[in-house]
């Protein structure tokens, strides 16, 4: 499974963003799909993660309520729609893959698209 996340951007405080995270190679609609990010000096975080049919998601806390994750298996897409962005959102995002339930440590995907930079400045 190929992952391409794209999506990331320059945005205002309190602006809003959409990621996506689109598979190709072997069918993805079995895979649990996680969004994790990295921010400068600072270790990879958990952000959200939604199972392969859409029935379960999580969410780190820093982001409940203002970021949704979700799926269009026919497209073989994930989504990460983010709302009310703070600086502290700043980092790159990444998205990963796993065969099986959703999980949030990073250490359980397999596989993991390159990244997209989201910057939230004034």
């Known amino acids: 499974v190929q992952l391409q996340a794209s999506g990331g951007g320059l945005v205002q405080p309190g602006g809003s963003l959409r990621l996506s995270c689109a598979a190709s190679g072997r069918s993805s609609s079995s895979y649990a799909v996680g969004w994790f990010r990295q921010a400068p000096g600072r270790e990879r975080e958990f952000v959200a993660a939604v199972g392969w049919d859409s029935l379960y998601t999580n969410y780190a806390d820093s982001v409940k309520g203002r970021f949704a994750i979700s799926r269009d298996n026919a497209k073989n897409t994930a989504y990460l729609q983010m709302n009310n962005l703070k600086p502290e959102d700043t980092a790159i995002y990444y998205c990963?893959?796993?065969?099986?339930?959703?999980?949030?440590?990073?250490?359980?995907?397999?596989?993991w698209g390159q990244g997209t930079q989201v910057t939230v400045s004034s």
């Open positions: 990963a893959a796993r065969l099986g339930g959703w999980a949030r440590q990073w250490s359980e995907y397999t596989y």
